[in-house]
Every structure is written in structure tokens, then in C-alpha cells.
């Protein structure tokens, strides 16, 4: 069969997604599939399936509009009105308001990812990005927009400190001499995997969201080389405090930050999504925000129609909502009608992100004490709902480079009916690092890691 040119270099395959999708496609289940594979390696979050579920079977309304395009893009109006009250709170503590001006809505972060890469870069360009990352940022860059990663090595230093600044600095003015354009950086505050190590005796102990100091050095380094910095803020409403980090650094959206007299705020731009904070990851309730200020991207509007300039908010905000691309990545009005059911509710959504926070410390718990028990070490962590794990004294019996080490006692794990996430597919400079999820049963944690 003849494919396309372009399709070539996405024939290979992808440390992160070859194992997630055998993964998904055998799950382990206690009665009908007690041999399948149980997933501690994927991020996602069954805890409160139950809550939500009844939740929904209860509040749902579903008004005859909901069948129209206009119910999915630009979507329901109390889609939006509920975004701004969850932007607008403390967690986000914006410091301009939200408005649904700022607001781009798709079907999910990773498409956002994509359409984001594709819009503000062109192929070629450098994006920078510390190691390790979340293995999906190099593909939803490289694969359709052809941005080339710059993986900042933050070995050995503290990776949420202002000198690690430093070293994306560094590796800017190198990529600059390959004559490579470095158009953007790339954080992800709570961190994805979690940019830790322990190597030359170096412990980060204030967990794994940047502290505003550090948050503002990127900022300027973004403002001194005119390139756009991208915060993806995902797990921004799973942070959460345990034993290991009593009192962890507070998230600080970028959002929260007044730009004035630090950067051109047409460079920032933060994304979220809801596939993290809850059981959402079902393709129909993906739904991503993009979160951003005013664009200085000015386009010719003069010819076109009256519909596409009211669609502008004062022709500054948005470049992307009269994109025709947009169209690619339109949401489901069925998600965005789930959303703003579970965002409008006087209470649900307080007293469900609480009761997720205490489950989330209670599987932590459970997961650090098995961990401790069997003289593992790990990063603690204090949020999103995975820690990195050090497995490597484990692959010291297998022949090969580090990287065919780890590869192998992936394959021995995954033989032994578990999923994890390697070091390998989130960029990681040490190997025989694993991501574990805890967001799980308790008696499937408990099986998965005995495995
Ligand atoms: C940091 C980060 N960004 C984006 C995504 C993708 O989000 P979505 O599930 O909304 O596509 C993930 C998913 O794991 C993630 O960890």
C-alpha cells in the first residue's frame, strides 16, 4: 500500500505508546481477566469513577440545542461560564481576569498540544524542554508541526531551581550555533514525570511544582529571546500533601503572574484540561483549554466576513478560533454538556476535588510503604498521581547497554503482568526509572506492584 511521504517518519514505534496500547487492549480484571495486564503505567485516575458516574446519572439534562454545530464550537455557553469560575479561583488565581475570550476549547490537551506546535512554529523549529518530560510532548511536536525537541539535561541539579534556567539557556545558544531557531519552551508545572534525581547525592525535597521565582526566570529568558513559553498545567487541580512532603511548594499557575515588566504576555500561553483531575480520558469527555493573553498576531481581516470579525474580541485575542484548523480538533457538545454540569454545580466539584485528594494520599501511602518495603527508592512526590521509581538494581542481571537493560526488565515486568512507564519513553537521562500510577484500587496497587 502506498502511504504518504510525510507518514514515513511516524512508522516507528513509540517507547511510550507500544506497551500502553497492549496495556489497554488485555486489562486486567479480578474475575473476567485475572490474567490481563494491570496498568500502573498510564496516567490516568479511576479513583472517583464511582462519584461521577452517579453524579451524572443524576444531573445530567440533556436540552435539545446540544445537537447542533454551534453546541460544539464555540461550544455552550455554560461550558464557559463555567471554565471562568474554575479559572477565576484560587487554584488559577489569575492575574487578569478570565474572560471566555481567553478560552480555546478542544477535544483534549493533546490535540491543543498539536494545533499549538502547529500554529505558533514552523518546521524545523527547536522547542526547548527538560529531561525528563511527559512522552507525549515530543511526538505532538515532531509528528505534524516537525518541531525538533531540545532535551535539556538537568542532571544533577535541583530541575524547579532558578539555575536550571541556566542550563535551557545554554542549550538555546547551542541549538542557535547548529543554526537551529528556538521558537519555544516547553514547562509542565505539577511536573510529568517528575524531573528529579538523586544522582551526586542531589535531592530535590520541595516536590514538583516550579516555585514562582523559578516561573519568572523562565519568563524572562523567554522575553529575552523573544520565543513563546507554553505552561501546561494539567495537574494543576491534583496537588496534594503527604507524609514525604508535608508542606510542598504551592502551585503557581502562569496565569497568576502580572507579565508587566517581565514579558510580552503574547508569548505566554497555559494549557489545562480535565482528563487528569477525574476518570475523563474517554475520547468523548476530552475536552483541553487553551488559556492565553493577548495574541499579537495580527492577521488581515479587512476582506473577510462580518461573522469572522465578531468572532475576534477586538481582533487581539485568539489567533487560533478563525483558524480553519480549528476544525480538526472541535469538541463534543456531549463533553462540554458533561463539563459545565459538573463546573456549575453549587458544590459537586469542591467536594469532589477534596475527596480525590484523599484518596490520592491514601494510595501514595500505600504505594511509598511497598516501595519502602522492598528498599526501592523513589522521588517523592506531592502531585498529578504517579511517582518515579528507581528499579534499576533490578536490571543489573540483564546483558547490554543500560538502555537494553531497562528494555528487558520492561518486557520482564510487562511478562509478569504489569504495565509501567518507562525512562526511556519520558526522556529520561538515568535508565531503570520507572513512572508508577497509584490512582488505582487498592487491591489492584497492592497486585500490580506484588507483580
Ligand atoms: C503533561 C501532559 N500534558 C498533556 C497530556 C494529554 O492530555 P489529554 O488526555 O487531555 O490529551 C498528558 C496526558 O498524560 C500529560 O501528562
Redesign the pocket.
Given at each position: 500500500m502506498m502511504l504518504s511521504q510525510r507518514i514515513q517518519a511516524n512508522l516507528k514505534p513509540s517507547p511510550m505508546f507500544d506497551f500502553m496500547s497492549r496495556a489497554i487492549s488485555n486489562p486486567y480484571h479480578p474475575s473476567a481477566n485475572p490474567n490481563g495486564i494491570i496498568s500502573l503505567g498510564?496516567?490516568?485516575n479511576s479513583l472517583m469513577a464511582q462519584s461521577l458516574a452517579t453524579f451524572l446519572s443524576q444531573n445530567l439534562r440533556i436540552p435539545p440545542g446540544l445537537f447542533s454545530y454551534g453546541a460544539s464550537c464555540p461550544g455552550l455557553a455554560s461550558l464557559y461560564q463555567g471554565l471562568c469560575k474554575l479559572y477565576n479561583g484560587e487554584t488559577f488565581d489569575p492575574a487578569v481576569e478570565v474572560e471566555n475570550a481567553h478560552l480555546y476549547v478542544t477535544a483534549?490537551?493533546?490535540?491543543?498540544?498539536d494545533q499549538i506546535f502547529w500554529t505558533l512554529c514552523d518546521k524545523g523549529d527547536g522547542v526547548l524542554i527538560g529531561r525528563p518530560c511527559?512522552?507525549?510532548?515530543v511526538p505532538?511536536m515532531s509528528v505534524r508541526s516537525g518541531c525538533v525537541p531540545i532535551l535539556v539535561s538537568l542532571k544533577g541539579i535541583d530541575p524547579f531551581s532558578e539555575d536550571a534556567v541556566v542550563r535551557y539557556e545554554e542549550d538555546l545558544l547551542e541549538a542557535q550555533k547548529r543554526g537551529v531557531k528556538v521558537r519555544m519552551l516547553v514547562l509542565?508545572t505539577p511536573h510529568?514525570p517528575l524531573g528529579q534525581y538523586l544522582t551526586n547525592g542531589f535531592r530535590c525535597a520541595n516536590g514538583r511544582c516550579y516555585p514562582r521565582e523559578t516561573m519568572v526566570e523562565f519568563m524572562k529568558l523567554c522575553q529575552k529571546y523573544q520565543i513563546h513559553l507554553l505552561s501546561?498545567e494539567?495537574?494543576a487541580l491534583t496537588t496534594f500533601a503527604t507524609r514525604d512532603i508535608p508542606n510542598p511548594t504551592p502551585f503557581t499557575s502562569l496565569l497568576s503572574i502580572d507579565k508587566v515588566g517581565i514579558i510580552d504576555p503574547s508569548l505566554c500561553h497555559v494549557?489545562h484540561?480535565?482528563?487528569?483531575v477525574s476518570p475523563?480520558?474517554i475520547h468523548e469527555i476530552?475536552?483541553?483549554f487553551l488559556l492565553q493573553w493577548h495574541s499579537s498576531v495580527h492577521v488581515d481581516i479587512s476582506s473577510q466576513s462580518r461573522l469572522f470579525k465578531s468572532y475576534q474580541h477586538n481582533s487581539v485575542y485568539l489567533y487560533p478560533t478563525y483558524l480553519m484548523s480549528r476544525m480538526f480538533s472541535w469538541p463534543s457538545s456531549m463533553a462540554g454538556l458533561v463539563l459545565s454540569t459538573i463546573l456549575n454545580h453549587p458544590t459537586y466539584l469542591t467536594d469532589f476535588l477534596k475527596q480525590n485528594r484523599k484518596l490520592l494520599v491514601d494510595r501514595y501511602t500505600l504505594c511509598t510503604n511497598i516501595l519502602k518495603a522492598h528498599s526501592i527508592a523513589y522521588m517523592p512526590s506531592n502531585a498529578?498521581f504517579f511517582l518515579w521509581a528507581d528499579l534499576s538494581p533490578s536490571m543489573a542481571i540483564y546483558e547490554g547497554t543500560p538502555l537494553e537493560q531497562e528494555r528487558a526488565l520492561n518486557k520482564r515486568l510487562f511478562e509478569g503482568g504489569v504495565h509501567l512507564a518507562t525512562s526511556e519513553a519520558f526522556q529520561g537521562e538515568e535508565y531503570g526509572w520507572f513512572r508508577i500510577s497509584f490512582s488505582v484500587d487498592e487491591n489492584v496497587l497492592e497486585l500490580g506492584l506484588k507483580r
Open positions: 498510564i496516567a490516568e483534549g490537551c493533546t490535540t491543543l498540544l511527559y512522552g507525549g510532548f505532538d509542565c510529568n501546561d494539567i495537574y494549557i484540561g480535565l482528563s487528569k475523563f480520558p476530552i475536552l483541553g498529578g
